[in-house]
């Protein structure tokens, strides 16, 4: 089975945080030339954060929606000791080693509900997908959607899949519907739910799930906390989301009841 082709770069310049961010991404340049917004496994959710951000943005691409490229990205220790900062001193001494990188759309401007225009299908599509995924943060009062060369653009799905913060209970998760839906920016818009659904069901097939799942970096994986092993943990993701695709129709009678 052929694997998504996922490029690995590394950092060559610390450029700017961003600090509107809790988990303080910041706007890095690599060695292939171009910018990127990293993503810091050392930050507050750690690893668990690139994983829902990686799975997040792939399963969206698979479905037609726009994603920027996201890139594995190798961060030296020699940027630690040069950063003046204490608090981004500490985050990327605690971030050496692989992290994720998603590519930086210069001139975007933040989605506004109000005054962009994005149509009853795709709003649909993003519903169903964050519905899916168990997408907490894609609200009224953060976004994550870029508007960028007139396109409406996916990113920050890292607070997805928040069962995996706690594995112990994660399959008591698997029969639960996501009632959170209400206070999707979105969902006002999403007038083709039932289409967005078989849409998902269509193109999300368990090859494209298994080749998603199978290119999570395995370091991302390994813990020493966690009773799971790092083949369990993808077994655990692939589960999740074949389960939830499943029970599609029940997502979307939640999110038309919400609407």
Same mark, same amino acid.
């Given at each position: 089975?052929?694997? +998504?082709?996922?490029?690995?770069?590394?950092?060559?310049?610390?450029?700017?945080?961003?600090?509107?961010?809790?988990?303080?991404?910041?706007?890095?340049?690599?060695?292939?030339?171009?910018?990127?917004?990293?993503?810091?496994?050392?930050?507050?959710?750690?690893?668990?954060?690139?994983?829902?951000?990686?799975?997040?943005?792939?399963?969206?691409?698979?479905?037609?929606?726009?994603?920027?490229? %996201?890139?594995?990205?190798?961060?030296?220790?020699?940027?630690?000791?040069?950063?003046?900062?204490?608090?981004?001193?500490?985050? %990327?001494?605690?971030?050496?080693?692989?992290?994720?990188?998603? *590519?930086?759309? =210069?001139?975007?401007?933040?989605?506004?509900?109000?005054?962009?225009?994005?149509?009853?299908?795709?709003? =649909?599509?993003?519903?169903?997908?964050?519905?899916?995924?168990?997408?907490?943060?894609?609200?009224?009062?953060?976004?994550?959607?870029?508007?960028?060369?007139?396109?409406?653009?996916?990113?920050?799905?890292?607070?997805?899949?928040?069962? *995996?913060?706690?594995?112990?209970?994660?399959?008591?998760?698997? =029969?639960?519907?996501?009632?959170?839906?209400?206070?999707?920016?979105? %969902?006002?818009?999403?007038?083709?739910?039932? /289409?967005?659904?078989? +849409?998902?069901?269509?193109?999300?097939?368990?090859?494209? +799930?298994?080749?998603?799942?199978?290119?999570?970096?395995? /370091?991302?994986?390994?813990?020493?906390?966690?009773? %799971?092993?790092?083949?369990?943990?993808?077994?655990?993701?692939?589960?999740?989301?074949?389960?939830?695709? =499943?029970?599609?129709?029940?997502?979307?009678?939640?999110?038309?009841?919400?609407?």
């Amino acid at each position: 089975m052929k694997e +998504i082709d996922i490029r690995t770069v590394d950092v060559v310049q610390y450029l700017q945080p961003l600090r509107e961010g809790g988990s303080l991404p910041a706007i890095v340049k690599a060695d292939d030339g171009f910018l990127y917004v990293l993503k810091f496994r050392g930050a507050g959710q750690g690893k668990m954060a690139l994983i829902a951000e990686f799975i997040g943005g792939e399963l969206a691409r698979a479905i037609g929606l726009k994603v920027p490229e %996201l890139v594995f990205m190798n961060l030296d220790e020699s940027f630690s000791k040069t950063e003046p900062d204490e608090e981004i001193q500490d985050l %990327l001494k605690f971030s050496v080693g692989l992290n994720l990188g998603l *590519h930086f759309l =210069s001139s975007a401007i933040t989605y506004d509900p109000l005054v962009t225009q994005v149509d009853a299908v795709t709003a =649909s599509k993003i519903v169903m997908l964050d519905s899916l995924i168990s997408n907490i943060d894609r609200t009224d009062k953060n976004t994550n959607l870029l508007y960028w060369n007139k396109e409406l653009w996916i990113i920050d799905n890292g607070a997805s899949f928040y069962f *995996h913060h706690n594995w112990e209970t994660w399959k008591d998760h698997l =029969s639960r519907t996501f009632p959170l839906i209400k206070n999707h920016v979105l %969902l006002k818009k999403a007038e083709k739910l039932a /289409e967005a659904a078989d +849409i998902i069901k269509e193109l999300l097939t368990k090859d494209t +799930i298994l080749d998603i799942i199978s290119a999570i970096p395995e /370091e991302w994986l390994e813990s020493d906390t966690e009773k %799971l092993s790092a083949s369990e943990m993808r077994s655990a993701y692939i589960e999740f989301i074949t389960t939830k695709i =499943s029970k599609l129709d029940l997502l979307v009678k939640e999110a038309e009841d919400a609407r």
